[in-house]
Every structure is written in C-alpha cells, then in structure tokens.
C-alpha cells in the first residue's frame, strides 16, 4: 500500500481568502477523517467519512469550513474567508473499517495565514 | 468533552535507559492507540490495543490498556537517538451503529534524548 497522501504541504495566504487540500487515504480505505493541530497540541478531530457519506463533524468545524468525498476515494477539505486562526497543521488519516479501525496518518498541510 | 492527561509534559533521558509515559481519561475508551511525531510530519502509528488489560509489544515498545478502560501505558526499553520525538496517545470510542468516533489525543510527552 501506498501511504495517505496531502497535498500541499505547505499553504501560506492572505487573511480572507479561500483555500481548498486533498487528501488521497491508502486505497480501500473506507474511512477518512480530518484534523487540525496546532502548535504543541495533539491533533483534533474535524470530520469524518463513511465512503461518501459525511457521518460526523466536529464543533470545531465552523460554517466557513467544508469538507467533501465525492466518489468515497480522495477527500478535500475547503476553508472560506480564511482568518489568522486559522494557521495549522490540517491532517488527514484513514482506515479500513472492516479489517480495523487503526488510522494511518498523511504529512499533512501546513497552513499559514498572513 | 473528553480529555486525556498524557505524562510527563516532556522527558530527558539518557541514550540505553528505558521511558515510561502514561495517558489517563476521564471516559472510557474502546481502544487505545499511541503514534510518534516527527517535526514537519503525521503521526505515525506505533501500537493499537482492543481490550482491557491487553499487553502489546512493538519491538521495544511495550503498551498496556488499562483494566479500568481509562488509562494506556507506553515503554520503550534501551532507548536510542531515532526515538526522539512526540509520542501522543490517543483513544478511540466506538457507537452502536458500528462507526467510530474521531480520536481524542493527549497533549504528547517530548521525549529528548541525550548521547
């Protein structure tokens, strides 16, 4: 298997614009999830996939927040009107489901808004 | 929400002593996991447990579930400079309908190795 992958690394922008990551979990993975850490913190959970289906947000995940997984493969994860808060790591991680629920963690996106 | 206490905050050791670290919850968890985190990357996943009282060893890494479900343990034995790095706990609950909830993690325990 091919691990999860994020993309991009590394996001630097201007307070107020729109930014959007994917992530590709390891193939058959059904589960997807989606976290934010920041520095000197464990991650925190934002999101979480079924295959396509959307089971479960956190209160964390503000209204400018949205997530997708359009056809149960790979994942995006789009912030609005980005403000200074918001500068993290947004990790991605998945699992099978079936054959376990261990989550296999992507590098992540590092987000810096100016 | 739920809160795990992970101990210490952060450890110095020298090279070929063993370590010891702990995460405590105020809930039950179903399962417990333990990653490591180098600077600039994910977790990485170094041990999961199912059950309470489970005993699992990952070379010389040693993690233990607790019997009340609210605690874990991880020992790493003979300690070397790769070891360096963030190891966070992180516990897991499971619902009826066979999902399973995000991880909660703990703050992470900054292990620092001196040679």
């Known amino acids: 298997d091919t691990g999860v992958s994020q993309d991009p690394r590394h996001k630097i922008t201007k307070r107020g614009q729109n930014v959007t990551f994917r992530c590709d979990p390891i193939s058959e993975h059904n589960r997807l999830y989606w976290y934010r850490q920041t520095l000197g913190q464990g991650p925190e959970f934002l999101t979480y996939f079924q295959n396509e289906a959307q089971l479960e947000k956190s209160r964390l995940l503000s209204d400018r927040f949205s997530a997708e997984r359009p056809k149960g493969s790979f994942s995006t994860l789009e912030i609005q009107r980005t403000e200074q808060g918001d500068s993290a790591m947004y990790l991605c991680?998945?699992?099978?489901?079936?054959?376990?629920?261990?989550?296999?963690f992507g590098p992540g996106t590092r987000l810096t808004v100016l | 929400g739920q809160q795990l206490n992970q101990s210490p905050q952060s450890m110095f050791i020298q090279e070929g002593e063993d370590v010891s670290m702990n995460c405590t919850s105020s809930s039950i968890f179903n399962t417990w996991l333990w990653y490591k985190q180098d600077p600039g990357e994910g977790p990485v996943l170094l041990i999961a447990l199912y059950k309470a009282g489970e005993l699992t060893s990952n070379g010389r890494l040693t993690a233990q579930f607790g019997i009340t479900r609210k605690d874990s343990f991880l020992n790493i034995s003979a300690s070397i400079p790769s070891d360096v790095g963030i190891y966070f706990c992180a516990g897991q609950s499971f619902y009826s309908g066979g999902g399973a909830d995000g991880l909660t993690f703990g703050k992470g325990t900054h292990l620092i190795i001196q040679p």
């Open positions: 991680a998945s699992s099978h489901g079936v054959r376990g629920n261990e989550q296999f």
